[in-house]
């Protein structure tokens, strides 16, 4: 039998854009060694839209099993080198009122451990960040 390569992440990054009416959208890019990983299991949030995906900058044709999407990986010569995968998809992120937001940020759930998260999120200058609970 044939030993597998494990995946991992690298590092994951994600940017977020949320309107003045609370929808967020959102780019991640994940950094990952697929080793002899052919999927990546993704979960978006509860009543998020998926948009698409890419790659190593090019675009793929995920497909759903039940609430999770499936990102065929390419195949590699050699499953030691970092490939990049991106997604984006938008979803409601709470409350909105004409002087306030009350936001949650949302997001995915991979099959594989996360590592070196980053998240950007960009909101209208209108708005002011009072709270944080983190």
């Not at 597998?4 to 003045?20: E, G, H, M």
């Amino acid at each position: 039998a044939a030993k597998l390569l494990p995946a991992r992440v690298n590092n994951i990054t994600f940017n977020s854009v949320i309107s003045d009416d609370g929808v967020m959208l959102t780019h991640v890019r994940l950094e990952i060694l697929p080793g002899d990983k052919r999927l990546l299991n993704v979960t978006l949030p509860k009543d998020a839209a998926f948009w698409f995906a890419f790659v190593n900058q090019n675009g793929v044709w995920p497909w759903l099993e039940s609430d999770r999407i499936l990102i065929p990986l390419e195949q590699q010569s050699r499953g030691d080198k970092p490939v990049p995968v991106e997604l984006f998809y938008s979803c409601k992120t709470g409350t909105t009122g004409s002087r306030s937001l009350d936001l949650e940020l949302l997001a995915p759930k991979f099959d594989l451990p996360l590592e070196n998260l980053t998240w950007r999120v960009s909101l209208s200058d209108k708005w002011r960040v009072t709270r944080w609970a983190g």
